[in-house]
């Protein structure tokens, strides 16, 4: 119940395409999801979050699509860059917690 | 500026030795928490830390100890107990009751010989 469940592991696309990563969970009090993007040798940045009380949230080219209803929420990262390439972590966490439970990671290729 | 300080980048160890990856933060948190990451299995907890001489297992603690003498400061020490030390670990910090946005220090790679 306290996993959250990530795909897929690797993306490549092309620049300009579409970027979408995926995450589902099971435990219904998981009330903040936020994504955190991680650059080669660096550690994880938070990149945009989202709580469940909206369907969805934009920040530039990124956006949040959340579905309560199927416990699932994903990434949508608009006219891909080379520089978009990272390794997203999905997370998930509820008010009061001590801790994240991260996703297994998307290793994210921008193919020029 | 501040940020959180990890110490070495890159560290290499022989079996049987044990290891202590260093973690400064100079954000003034509260919290503080040592992840292992290795590929294809996210980031997993290892210890947390809410405030000062105190701390609790995470997932995976078994063969790690650590201590909370100061605020800034949060050592992790890999012990020969750990049979797959071989990783990438990631030292964070939160405010304390904002566990969802973790700052990330930029890593210990630790390579067992």
């Known amino acids: 119940q306290q996993q959250v469940k990530q795909s897929p592991q690797s993306l490549i696309v092309q620049k300009g395409g579409i970027s979408i990563i995926n995450c589902a969970y099971e435990?219904?009090?998981?009330?903040?999801f936020p994504w955190y993007q991680q650059f080669p040798g660096k550690g994880p940045a938070l990149l945009i979050a989202?709580?469940?009380?909206?369907s969805e949230k934009k920040e530039g080219r990124f956006t949040i699509s959340f579905n309560k209803s199927a416990k699932q929420f994903s990434l949508h990262i608009m006219d891909s860059q080379p520089g978009d390439s990272a390794t997203y972590f999905c997370?998930?966490?509820?008010?009061?917690?001590?801790?994240?439970?991260f996703g297994q990671g998307t290793r994210l290729t921008i193919n020029p | 500026d501040g940020g959180i300080t990890q110490s070495p980048k890159y560290l290499f160890r022989k079996e049987g030795q044990n290891v202590t990856l260093s973690c400064e933060q100079n954000?003034?948190?509260?919290?503080m928490y040592w992840y292992r990451q290795d590929p294809g299995q996210g980031l997993r907890l290892i210890y947390y830390?809410?405030?000062?001489?105190?701390?609790q297992k995470g997932d995976i603690a078994e063969g790690y100890s650590v201590s909370r003498e100061k605020k800034e400061s949060f050592p992790l020490t890999v012990t020969s107990a750990q049979k797959n030390p071989t990783a990438f670990y990631l030292c964070?910090?939160?405010?304390?009751?904002?566990?969802?946005?973790?700052?990330f220090g930029e890593g210990s790679r630790l390579t067992v010989l």
């Open positions: 964070a910090s939160s405010i304390t009751g904002v566990t969802g946005e973790l700052f």
């Open positions: 954000l003034n948190h509260d919290a």
């Open positions: 989202i709580r469940p009380d909206v």
């Open positions: 997370a998930a966490t509820f008010s009061g917690a001590q801790k994240l439970v």
């Open positions: 435990n219904t009090a998981f009330d903040y």
């Open positions: 830390s809410q405030i000062v001489n105190d701390f």
